[in-house]
């Protein structure tokens, strides 16, 4: 069910110096005319903090000594903290991210051969309880403001070393070049804060990465869908993970309130959807569960006229999980009729499995309030 914002966003301090990561060029222009300076100075403090990554105002070399130490009285810039950092065989990297309530989310960087995908969280926890996800586990503590949204991104470019230099300026020789909303939580149910964090994210004055890089994932939240295109222009995963109703009624529970039919409608609708643009359909294997061919003829037959692709997801394993993984063979079993049928379907490679960091493994030990408890 949707959450409300107000009651699961973390509170804003009443005193002590307020953060500027997560504001956006409105808000910087309020903060310096309170300050008695001129607007045009919030354009400058916009680039220092997010196309330059730089954190103490006394290197904001452009702005005058007296700005920056008004600057410094009343603002700070600060990243998550990291509370704990799991590095991969395979080079991946996982961050545990104590916020300032002493929450805490996981975020992950997946090297690749040809780019670096950062896999950003949304909430601390998840309302969603799908039945093959760790961050399921954990229910919903709150969502994430801009500030901790953004600031996962910047933590990230601060450990690969990835701010723009005079020799390495464009996006496309960095480690880290696309964003995936697909770490914990649902962003379609904080829809509000991770619109307002990828909008900074995309600003091409600031961390600037194109919306044709940016992917966000859903588990089905069908009224956001349409906002989500047209507000943003990022890609767009959709969790499906089963073919018929019953099955994923029990899988991913939200299904019971927006069924497949109507998921697949909106994603038909999906503004500028296109064969250059498709949707990616996500579907995780699981043993004797939703693996067959019969299944994926239905997968066919269901997403027919969609620009799509299908991932397919082997099973991540985690502790008391209730699946188990599909045989390679029957992946690639399920793979061939897909494609034979006209879809991509790659099958997604398990990457940072060693440090619980794959897909569908993310969680923290951050409880919800207990005051909260019987809402």
């Given at each position: 069910?949707?959450?409300?914002?107000?009651?699961?966003?973390?509170?804003?301090?009443?005193?002590?110096?307020?953060?500027?990561?997560?504001?956006?060029?409105?808000?910087?222009?309020?903060?310096?005319?309170?300050?008695?300076?001129?607007?045009?100075?919030?354009?400058?403090?916009?680039?220092?903090?997010?196309?330059?990554?730089?954190?103490?105002?006394?290197?904001?070399?452009?702005?005058?000594?007296?700005?920056?130490?008004?600057?410094?009285?009343?603002?700070?810039?600060?990243?998550?903290?990291?509370?704990?950092?799991?590095?991969?065989?395979?080079?991946?990297?996982?961050?545990?991210?104590?916020?300032?309530?002493?929450?805490?989310?996981?975020?992950?960087?997946?090297?690749?051969?040809?780019?670096?995908?950062?896999?950003?969280?949304?909430?601390?926890?998840?309302?969603?309880?799908?039945?093959?996800?760790?961050?399921?586990?954990?229910?919903?503590?709150?969502?994430?403001?801009?500030?901790?949204?953004?600031?996962?991104?910047?933590?990230?470019?601060?450990?690969?070393?990835?701010w723009p230099t005079a020799e390495r300026p464009t996006i496309y020789e960095r480690e880290l070049s696309n964003i995936v909303m697909m770490g914990m939580g649902e962003p379609l149910y904080n829809f509000e804060n991770v619109a307002a964090a990828l909008k900074i994210v995309m600003d091409d004055a600031g961390i600037a990465i194109?919306?044709?890089?940016?992917?966000?994932?859903?588990?089905?939240?069908?009224?956001?869908?349409?906002?989500?295109?047209?507000?943003?222009?990022?890609?767009?995963?959709?969790?499906?993970?089963?073919?018929?109703?019953?099955?994923?009624?029990?899988?991913?529970?939200?299904?019971?309130?927006?069924?497949?039919?109507?998921?697949?409608?909106?994603?038909?609708?999906?503004?500028?959807?296109?064969?250059?643009?498709?949707?990616?359909?996500?579907?995780?294997?699981?043993?004797?569960?939703?693996?067959?061919?019969?299944?994926?003829?239905?997968?066919?037959?269901?997403?027919?006229?969609?620009?799509?692709?299908?991932?397919?997801?082997?099973?991540?394993?985690?502790?008391?999980?209730?699946?188990?993984?599909?045989?390679?063979?029957?992946?690639?079993?399920?793979?061939?009729?897909?494609?034979?049928?006209?879809?991509?379907?790659?099958?997604?490679?398990?990457?940072?499995?060693?440090?619980?960091?794959?897909?569908?493994?993310?969680?923290?030990?951050?409880?919800?309030?207990?005051?909260?408890?019987?809402?």
């Amino acid at each position: 069910m949707p959450i409300s914002s107000e009651q699961f966003t973390a509170p804003v301090a009443a005193d002590g110096p307020v953060n500027l990561i997560g504001m956006d060029r409105a808000e910087l222009v309020a903060a310096v005319v309170a300050l008695d300076e001129q607007k045009f100075r919030a354009d400058q403090l916009f680039q220092w903090i997010y196309s330059r990554g730089v954190t103490d105002f006394e290197d904001m070399t452009n702005l005058s000594k007296g700005l920056r130490t008004k600057l410094a009285e009343k603002y700070v810039i600060e990243r998550p903290e990291i509370s704990r950092v799991l590095a991969s065989a395979d080079g991946t990297h996982k961050w545990l991210l104590r916020l300032g309530d002493a929450n805490e989310v996981e975020c992950v960087h997946i090297p690749e051969s040809e780019r670096g995908t950062l896999c950003v969280s949304s909430q601390v926890g998840c309302t969603l309880n799908c039945r093959f996800c760790h961050t399921g586990t954990q229910r919903l503590v709150r969502n994430l403001g801009p500030a901790e949204i953004v600031g996962q991104i910047m933590l990230a470019r601060d450990h690969l070393g990835e701010w723009p230099t005079a020799e390495r300026p464009t996006i496309y020789e960095r480690e880290l070049s696309n964003i995936v909303m697909m770490g914990m939580g649902e962003p379609l149910y904080n829809f509000e804060n991770v619109a307002a964090a990828l909008k900074i994210v995309m600003d091409d004055a600031g961390i600037a990465i194109s919306r044709r890089r940016i992917t966000l994932s859903t588990a089905g939240v069908v009224p956001l869908i349409e906002r989500c295109g047209t507000e943003l222009g990022v890609n767009l995963a959709v969790s499906l993970h089963a073919v018929r109703n019953d099955l994923r009624d029990e899988i991913v529970p939200i299904n019971r309130k927006y069924p497949i039919e109507e998921l697949l409608a909106s994603c038909r609708e999906y503004p500028g959807v296109r064969n250059s643009r498709r949707i990616t359909f996500e579907y995780v294997m699981l043993r004797d569960v939703n693996d067959s061919d019969a299944d994926a003829r239905e997968l066919v037959r269901l997403i027919k006229g969609i620009p799509s692709k299908v991932n397919l997801i082997p099973f991540n394993p985690w502790p008391g999980a209730p699946y188990d993984r599909s045989t390679d063979a029957r992946i690639e079993a399920f793979a061939e009729i897909v494609r034979t049928a006209g879809y991509p379907s790659p099958v997604r490679t398990p990457c940072g499995e060693d440090i619980m960091a794959a897909c569908g493994q993310l969680k923290s030990d951050s409880e919800r309030p207990r005051r909260f408890a019987n809402n």
